[in-house]
C-alpha cells in the first residue's frame, strides 16, 4: 500500500506570497491532519479534517487555512508568507482520525521564505 | 493542556550500549502516549504506543517504552543499539477523549550512536 504522499517536497518562495501544499493519504483514510515542525517551537499541530470537514485546528493565525476534498486529498494555504513559516510540514494520515488510530506521516514540504 | 517534556536534548551512547530516552506528559486524564522516531529528511515513524493495559509497552526495532502514572513518565529503552539507531525521537501524547483529535509532541531527543 502506498504511504503518504506530500508534493511538492521544496519549495522556496517570497515574503508576502502565498503557497498551497497538497497530502495525498494512505488509501482508505478518511483523516488528515498537519502539523509545522520549526527547531525553535518543535511539533505544532495546524489542523484535523475528516471527511471534508475542519474538526480541531491549532493555535496558528488566520493565514493557515486548510481543506480537505471528497478523496480525503488534502491542501493547506498559508498566505502572505512571513519569514517565520519557513518549516518542515508534515501531513498524516489515519483510518478514521482521533489519536487511537495510528497516524501515519508523509515525508514532508521543507518551505523556506525568503 | 497537554504537554510533554523530553528533558534530554542531546544523547550519544556507544554502539552496542543500552539506551534510555526520558519522557514526561502533562494530562488531565488518561493519556495516549506515543514514541516516534525521525532520520534525516524523513517523516515521523511510529515506534510504539501505550493506550491501556499492560504498562510496558513493545515496539518495532527492539524498542520497549513503560507507562509510569505516578510519575508521569514514558521512557523509551533500549537494550542495544545499533548505529542506525541515530535519528531524533518524539514523544507525544494525545487526549483519549473523542474530540481530541491533535498530538501534541516533545521538542525531541537527538541521538548519536558512536562505532
Known amino acids: 500500500k502506498a504511504g503518504v504522499t506530500q508534493t511538492p517536497r521544496y519549495l522556496i518562495k517570497t515574503r508576502g506570497q502565498q503557497v498551497t501544499l497538497s497530502c495525498s493519504p494512505i488509501s482508505g483514510h478518511r483523516s488528515v491532519s498537519w502539523y509545522q515542525q520549526t527547531p525553535g517551537q518543535g511539533l505544532q499541530f495546524l489542523f484535523e479534517?475528516?471527511?471534508?470537514?475542519?474538526?480541531n485546528k491549532g493555535n496558528f493565525p488566520g493565514r493557515f487555512s486548510g481543506r480537505q476534498f471528497s478523496n480525503s486529498r488534502s491542501e493547506m494555504n498559508v498566505s502572505t508568507l512571513e519569514l517565520g513559516d519557513s518549516a518542515l510540514y508534515l501531513c498524516?494520515?489515519?483510518?478514521?482520525?482521533?489519536?487511537?488510530?495510528?497516524?501515519?506521516f508523509g515525508p514532508g514540504t521543507r518551505l523556506t521564505v525568503t | 493542556a497537554q504537554s510533554v517534556t523530553q528533558p534530554d536534548i542531546h544523547i550519544t551512547v556507544s554502539e552496542g550500549a543500552s539506551l534510555e530516552l526520558r519522557c514526561n506528559y502533562s494530562?488531565?486524564?488518561?493519556?495516549?502516549l506515543f514514541w516516534y522516531v525521525q532520520s534525516p529528511g524523513q517523516g515521523l515513524q511510529l515506534l510504539l504506543k501505550y493506550f491501556s493495559g499492560d504498562t510496558l509497552v513493545q515496539g518495532i526495532k527492539g524498542f520497549e517504552a513503560e507507562f509510569k502514572r505516578s510519575q508521569s513518565s514514558f521512557n523509551l529503552r533500549k537494550p542495544s543499539v545499533h548505529w542506525s539507531d541515530a535519528a531524533e525521537y518524539f514523544c507525544a501524547v494525545g487526549g483519549s477523549g473523542g474530540s481530541n483529535y491533535k498530538l501534541t509532541f516533545g521538542k525531541g531527543t537527538l541521538l548519536t550512536v558512536n562505532p
Open positions: 479534517y475528516f471527511s471534508e470537514t475542519q474538526r
Open positions: 498524516a494520515s489515519s483510518l478514521y482520525g482521533g489519536t487511537k488510530y495510528e497516524q501515519y
Open positions: 494530562y488531565g486524564a488518561t493519556p495516549y
